[in-house]
Nanobody, 115 residues
Framework: QVQLVESGGGLVQAGGSLRLSCAASGTIFSIDTMGWYRQAPGKQRELVARITRGGRTNYIDSVKGRFIISRGNAKNTVALQMNSLNPEDTAVYYC?????????WGQGTQVTVSS
């Protein structure tokens, strides 16, 4: 069984920063890709950023240059540094890990950006 624990969400003013963290634990042999998704009210969940075991990253266009995803040295943690936040970034953010085809999700953490 795999558990994902997220932290770091909250309320911030436009232009501010937040850092999300996610730690995976449990029966884990190897993690392929780790990522962050978000879901705003009335919208579908979307991929925000992801990072492979080898360190290759992908971002959606709307966060490029503002968000940075990184993995910890133990490879079982992932963080999302979010800068220059704007109200359109308001959503529940979910951590996602791919154990080479076996996907797991965190419980979600709320990020609210006020204008």
């Amino acid at each position: 069984q795999v558990q994902l624990v997220e932290s770091g969400g909250g309320l911030v003013q436009a232009g501010g920063s937040l850092r999300l963290s996610c730690a995976a634990s449990g029966t884990i042999f190897s993690i392929d890709t780790m990522g962050w998704y978000r879901q705003a009210p009335g919208k579908q969940r979307e991929l925000v950023a992801r990072i492979t075991r080898g360190g290759r990253t992908n971002y959606i266009d709307s966060v490029k240059g503002r968000f940075i995803i990184s993995r910890g040295n133990a490879k079982n943690t992932v963080a999302l540094q979010m800068n220059s936040l704007n109200p359109e970034d308001t959503a529940v953010y979910y951590c996602n890990v791919d154990l080479f085809g076996d996907t797991h999700w965190g419980q979600g953490t709320q990020v609210t950006v006020s204008s």
